[in-house]
């Protein structure tokens, strides 16, 4: 262990735990309540028996999780377990329910001593490290026994100032990591600036272009969520706080043939979201409920993760959440890869690349009343949604190939690892 971690190791311990516990406790006080009892598990692994020289996949939320998902499936002929370690309940939840990972599990708390003896246990021959997991002392535990990768690595707008600022940290933990497969120039410019060896760098690309619709939301039809053929369909996904209630505005005026589906970022915030309705005396159905559309109901609200990518296929229009309010915005791919058309908001950093991209063939919208016109629009030309939708998923199909290159640098690691 490096002086500098040692330092940071000390003052962590003494000086740091009162302050960070009582700023963070509200947000501590949700995820805990979001894990569901399981929160304990991110200090100490449960005792399975692990099989060593397996492949470490560290991820935060199910973004992360679906590029680890497509990457586990190109390794699967390598015959290396597969152990996912995922940051939030979502991900590890959606990990769970795939069945393509050899076990599942919280990833730990970033604590020497808790670091160190996760990866005793597992002892993987490779962590793979999904777009900007930099954890101290994840790497430098890993780093003792194991190779360690980053792939599809990016460094938002955001986020670079933050990692400049801590240049000596951020440079101890990317010269312990073997290969840095950037998905832009920027990216990989940005990896470089923070300290990383310019050797170790290169741009392989997103994966997240590569990835397809699954087959189980591929065989989704409007009839699983009770939605009329004939009806034109709107869905509203990964909502955050303030959005729902744009989406309800923006519809009502649609007439009494348009059906809409909230899906939220966090499904605990469904009981939240059922309280608007209550109070402004809108039936809503709810899919754990009822399984779709009842009787009298235009809103189906979503309370269960993994099935966003069958709901923006059996949509006309999607709505991608997180873009209204200021969050930044949530991946809107997978609707580019429905052919849908989409509408979003303002905020659209989180996704940066994809935006440039495919800033033409999207709707954005500069605020609530402005949604409210888009799904107008889109509802009165078939024509109009037609032609956005195909010429985004041209533009995305044409940026194809980077699961490929990945997974070849995964592979040669893995080899040169024996």
Known sequence: MGLTLIIINTVTLLFLPPLLFL????????????SRGTFHQRFYLPGADFISGGVWFQASSVGEVKLALVLAAELKDTGRPLYLFAM?????????????????????????????????????ALVVLIELQLWPNLIES??????????????????????????????????????????????????????????????TGNIKYDIVAGPSAARVSRKDYAVPEAALAISAGSTHRGEEEAVIDAVLPLGKDVYCIIAPRHIDRVREIERVFRRRKIPCSRFSRSGGFTPG?????????????????????????????????????????????????????????????LKDELFVVPDRASLAKAFRELASSKEMREKKAEAAFEKLDMLKGALRRNTVVIKDLLLNNI
Not at 149 to 159: E, K, Y
């Open 23 to 34: 700023a963070a406790l509200p947000s501590l006080y949700r995820y805990i309540k979001r």
């Open 88 to 124: 939030t309940p979502e991900g590890r939840a959606l990990a769970k329910t795939s069945g393509a990972f050899t076990g599942v599990y919280y990833a730990p708390v970033d604590i020497f001593f808790i670091t160190r003896s996760f990866m005793k246990k597992v002892a993987p």
């Open 142 to 203: 890993a780093s003792r026994h194991s190779k360690i990768a980053l792939v599809n690595g990016r460094v938002s707008d955001r986020s670079f100032p933050k990692y400049k600022l801590i240049k000596a940290l951020t440079r101890m933990m990317l010269e312990k990591i073997e290969v840095i497969s950037a998905r832009t120039k920027k990216d990989a410019d940005r990896f470089i600036a923070m300290g990383a060896d310019p050797a170790r760098v290169s741009v």
């Open 297 to 357: 109901s235009r809103f189906l609200l979503v309370d269960r993760i993994g099935l966003l990518d069958g709901i923006y296929g059996i949509s006309d229009i999607c709505f991608v959440g997180g873009s209204l309010v200021p969050h930044g915005g949530q991946n809107f791919v997978e609707a580019v890869r429905r052919k849908k058309a989409i509408v979003v908001g303002p905020h659209t950093g989180n996704f940066s690349e994809e935006f440039d991209i």
